[in-house]
């Protein structure tokens, strides 16, 4: 019974830990989910790019931002590129530093405006 609990533990730790950067978020108030992939990983060194879908829902916005105590940081105006209904291609995403990020999604679904908040984390 030992052995289960810790096996478990083990697998639930390693699931938790291996989604510290949810590539999906979505809404607690509607049913709109923002979702991004990109085929590497982001760095403070190079322009980052990425797919965003967004379901059901008009795009409004798209930036980055960074907390830093009682002052934050942005990336300049991205580029986005519509491919397709609710596929956006994203560039000129500058991580300008290390450290825990937000890919803020605003969105507007009939009358409701909000804003998804993905969390990235930035380690080189």
Aim: net charge positive; proline share 4%; hydrophobic share 45%.
């Amino acid at each position: 019974m030992k052995l289960v609990l810790v096996v478990f533990c083990l697998v639930f730790s390693m699931s938790v830990l291996a989604d510290v950067n949810p590539a999906k978020v979505c809404s607690q108030t509607t049913t709109v989910c923002a979702t991004y992939q990109s085929d590497v990983d982001f760095t403070t060194t190079q322009e980052g790019r990425f797919r965003l879908s967004l379901s059901e829902a008009k795009l409004l916005k798209v930036d980055l931002w960074m907390q830093m105590g009682q002052h934050g940081h942005g990336s300049s105006p991205l580029k986005v590129t519509p491919v397709a209904p609710g596929e956006f291609d994203i560039t000129k995403a500058f991580f300008v530093m290390r450290g825990a990020w937000q890919i803020r999604v605003t969105y507007k679904l009939g009358s409701v405006e909000e804003t998804l908040i993905i969390p990235v984390m930035i380690k080189k």
